[in-house]
């Protein structure tokens, strides 16, 4: 269970998905204007990636490499994302309307987002076993969570400030985001 508590750990703060490894950057810029949209995209980020981390396992050990098919991980893994992300785009449609307009064109970049297929990627180069690949993928997703609700937490409060006109925008997203990654590099050595 040590080991389970540690790697969580680690993929939460020190090798963070976003902060530290570079991976989503997409929907992280795109989605941190609002605390609200961000947590959203934060559970649906934590639902895809869980489950593509465990089902790209699968596909992965059950399919490819009975069959020889390792050089089609890459395609495939798309494929088992784009299926998820489809699934969880109606549910959220059908559940929670407002939520769905408010993600607008973000949800379906889960689909492109480098960070689920990285994370599946990763469980697969790593050797890690079915659990502790549920539980790599669980972290990295709740670690990408934290990172953008972090951020629109900073980015709500840009509003009520007065921001230089050079930094407005993108400009002070992108100081912020490496600040924050700063911040997270602090926690190399935890683990």
Known sequence: MGDFILLMISAILVN???????????????VSRSMDTATGMGVAVIFVLTLAGMITWLVHHFILVPLGLQ???TIAFIL??????????????KTAPPLYEALGIYLPLITTNCAVLGVAIINIEEGYDLITSIFFSFASACGFALALVLMAGMRERFALVEIP??????AIGLITAG???L???GFIGLV
Do not use: D, H, W
Request: proline share 2%; with cysteine; net charge positive.
């Open 80 to 93: 088992v994302i784009a299926t998820l992300v489809q699934f969880v785009e109606m549910v959220i449609q």
């Open 183 to 185: 911040a997270f590099s």
């Open 179 to 181: 600040l924050i990654a």
């Open 165 to 170: 006109k050079s930094f407005e925008g993108t």
């Open 16 to 30: 963070n998905i976003l902060l530290i490894r570079f991976l989503g950057n997409c929907p992280f810029l795109g």
């Open 71 to 73: 050089y089609l991980r």
